[in-house]
């Protein structure tokens, strides 16, 4: 799924563009799709992915919605039951609880309940994890409890060309798909090609290779990782390091050709870690690969508390890449 | 019956026809609560019992093109809609041959040849589920009406009032039928609303809305030819609310602590299917013999159905994870 970025030039920009571009593609190749959520039109969207848009393609396609999480979540759901295929753009994760119903009790059941005569072909985008400041209503991971939830597929683009190719595929798709953009990202710069187009939506991807020790991760945590990788390797630790980007389902395969060869794990995760995605892979691990091991799995997980508000409290409370070098070097016994 | 006209076309025909629907609906629902204590149907099982001039007064006044969310207490509006009563069955039975393959029970039928999209069994779930429908009818600039069913207790839950904010703001064609049936499970209407006169509420969104007698389904269907015909000629929400009353328990389980007896039986004098039977009685336009035959032929469709729900079979455990994902190769866990 890589882009070949040689081929055709590339273009410098931000990971918020990369998703207004993917936005701006989806509206231009399908009249079906129309995107829909709290100030994304006059506003530009809250983290700006949006902004210009309501001026480019108007208040049909760009819809500002109230401040009411489960009726136009459900309003999405709805749509695209009816042959739309509506973008549902929700601020954060943490509001994204006040939907969690209209998701769960309706989009993810639907089509097994109706015996697959109706689905809910709707891609849900929502901002999530700490690093803002934004504290404990604001700044939690929650796309793990997402990814409990059989009959949606979640997403976590941490790449520019993820950000710019999730989106198309999973509008394709015939299923919900939610997509957490880590708010850490919308920022990021880097070079796309300049044909970047959709990618696949269903597969892991080594993003480092090595052969020492199989970092997992994805989203926010994916750079960190890839540093704390850059500092094992002045200490001849080469880690290969996972970006699931799929949450939903898992790319088992990828994992375990992985862990197979390098014996060692450490699981980076944003989630709290009791009952997390984190555990989930662990356990797949244990379940498919346990006697490649060479060492007990470790993770790196959000300390279980609230996301606080001060900046060194915040950046105690999640991953970093000391820590994930601290958890790679002790699965190696190099303390 | 045209839809596209207000007024109602009360022939004798007509009449019998609203007789039988009700009747349909009131002995099928009979034989349910029947087949549930001989444990044919088990889960949940929410009768309509005196609330059938409702479904019978407004979905018969939808085109086919229209689209209709119900809620978990659906078996009627099912039935009206044209789900035929086999599968309906079949689906209580848990059988794959019902009408969601068994999967759903008696509170999510659905059936995509009718626009039926569900019983829902989330109390004001199935409201954004409208809007949304909505939208999509609305943006394709159809003439799409969406009906969408719910209790008074449903007027409680925030996803209420986003929805019909969002119907009035947006301009949305959704018939809002609030079935008023004054308990919500066993909390009375008084003890869980600081207005009870809900049609108010929809006024507050400027909603037009009407209230009507929901056990005269003469009356019910007047106002939903209104009704309707105001959504599709103007493309804008409107609200009904049918007073109506539930003469069974709210479901299998309840032992109904929360009202006395009495103001049960005062409600059966009341009942759409007497009051309809009644008038037409003392209107000289029924005869006994008509409804023998009502009768017959309703007792006939039932054998059938449950004949066809015991011939049904179990859907094979080996299937157990289809259609969770449309595409089969999605792994579901495993």
């Known amino acids: 799924m890589q882009q070949e970025t040689a081929r055709s030039g590339t273009i410098e920009m931000t990971y918020r563009e990369a998703v207004r571009e993917a936005i701006r593609e989806a509206i231009k190749r399908d009249e079906r799709v129309f995107l829909m959520g709290e100030d994304v039109g006059h506003y530009g969207g809250c983290y700006a992915v949006s902004k210009g848009l309501l001026a480019e393609f108007g208040p049909e396609r760009i819809r500002d919605t109230p401040l009411s999480e489960s009726g136009f979540t459900g309003a999405g759901i709805g749509a695209a039951m009816a042959g739309l295929r509506p973008i549902v753009e929700v601020m954060t994760v943490n509001f994204s609880l006040l939907a969690l119903d209209q998701i769960l009790n309706t989009a993810a059941t639907v089509r097994h309940m109706s015996g697959n005569q109706f689905g809910a072909p709707v891609v849900i985008r929502m901002a999530t994890g700490a690093g803002r400041q934004l504290a404990a209503q604001h700044s939690h991971s929650l796309e793990g409890w997402y ?123 944003e989630g709290w870690r009791s009952g997390s995605l984190a555990a989930e892979i662990g356990m797949r691990i244990v379940e498919q690969a346990f006697y490649e091991l ?28 000391d820590k994930i070098v601290a958890a790679a070097k002790a699965a190696l016994g190099r303390e | 019956m045209k839809a596209d006209s207000d007024k109602p076309h009360l022939t004798r025909a007509h009449a019998l026809d609203l007789l039988k ?60 809609r044209g789900v035929p009563m086999k599968p309906l069955l079949a689906e209580m039975y848990g059988k794959q041959e019902g009408c969601s393959r068994g999967r759903g029970g008696s509170m999510h039928l659905f059936d995509a040849a ?34 969408c069913f719910f209790g008074e207790g449903a ?74 015909h105001a959504v599709r000629a103007s493309g804008k929400p409107y609200f009904l609310e049918c007073r109506t009353y539930r003469l069974r328990a709210h479901s299998m389980f309840d032992a109904q602590l929360y009202r006395d007896k009495a103001e049960v039986e005062a409600w059966r004098h009341k009942e759409p299917i007497v009051r309809l039977q009644g008038w037409l009685e003392t209107n000289g336009m029924i005869h006994p013999d008509d409804l023998s035959r009502i009768e017959n032929e309703v007792a006939a469709e039932i054998a059938e159905a449950v004949a066809f729900a015991e011939a049904g079979t179990w859907e094979p455990v080996e299937q157990l994870t289809r259609f969770t994902y449309a595409n089969p190769s999605v792994p579901t866990g495993q």
């Not at chain 1, 088992?252 to 862990?259: F, L, N, P, R, Y």
């Not at chain 1, 279980?304 to 105690?316: G, K, Q």
């Not at chain 2, 629907?21 to 009979?30: H, L, T």
């Not at chain 2, 009035?168 to 209407?189: D, I």
């Open chain 1, 294 to 321: 060479d060492a007990p799995i470790a993770r790196v997980c959000s300390e279980e508390v609230p996301i606080p508000y001060p900046r060194h409290l915040e950046n105690a409370a999640i991953p970093q890449a």
């Open chain 2, 114 to 147: 009718t626009n039926f999209h569900g019983g829902n069994a989330i109390v004001g779930g199935g409201l954004p589920l409208a809007i949304g429908l909505a939208l999509a009818e609305h943006m394709r600039a159809s003439d799409v009406v969406i009906a």
């Open chain 2, 155 to 228: 007027v409680a839950e925030g996803e209420f009032h986003e929805s019909l904010n969002l119907a009035a703001l947006w301009g949305l064609p959704v018939l809002f039928v609030c079935e008023n049936n004054l308990y919500a499970m066993g909390t009375a209407l008084a003890l869980s609303e600081s207005e009870t006169d809900i049609g108010r509420k929809a006024a507050c969104y400027r909603i037009e809305s009407e209230t009507v007698d929901g056990m005269d389904v003469i009356a019910v269907e007047a106002a939903a030819r209104r009704a309707v």
């Open chain 1, 147 to 269: 990814a409990h939830i059989p009959g949606i597929k979640v997403l976590a683009p941490a790449t520019l060309e993820d950000a710019r190719g999730m989106l198309w595929t999973a509008l394709q798709d015939p299923d919900p798909v939610l997509i957490f953009e880590n708010v850490m990202l919308y920022n990021m710069t880097g070079k796309l090609a300049a044909d970047a187009g959709a990618v696949d939506i269903d597969k892991a991807v080594v993003r480092r290779p090595g052969r020492d020790i199989s970092l997992i991760t994805y989203g926010g945590s994916l750079w960190k990782t890839l540093e704390a990788a850059a500092t094992l390797a002045g200490e001849n630790i080469e880690a290969e390091v996972i970006d699931l980007r799929s949450l939903r389902p898992l790319d088992d395969a990828t994992i375990m050709a992985s862990v197979a060869k390098t014996r060692r794990a450490v699981i980076i995760d």
């Open chain 2, 21 to 80: 629907q009700m009747i349909r609906v009131r002995r099928f629902e009979g034989k349910c609560a029947e087949l549930y204590t001989e444990e044919k149907i088990r889960g949940f099982l929410h009768l309509y019992d005196g609330e059938e001039a409702v479904a019978v007064g407004v979905i018969p006044v939808l085109e086919k093109r229209d689209r209709v969310v119900a809620t978990y207490r659906e078996h009627g509006h099912a039935l009206v």
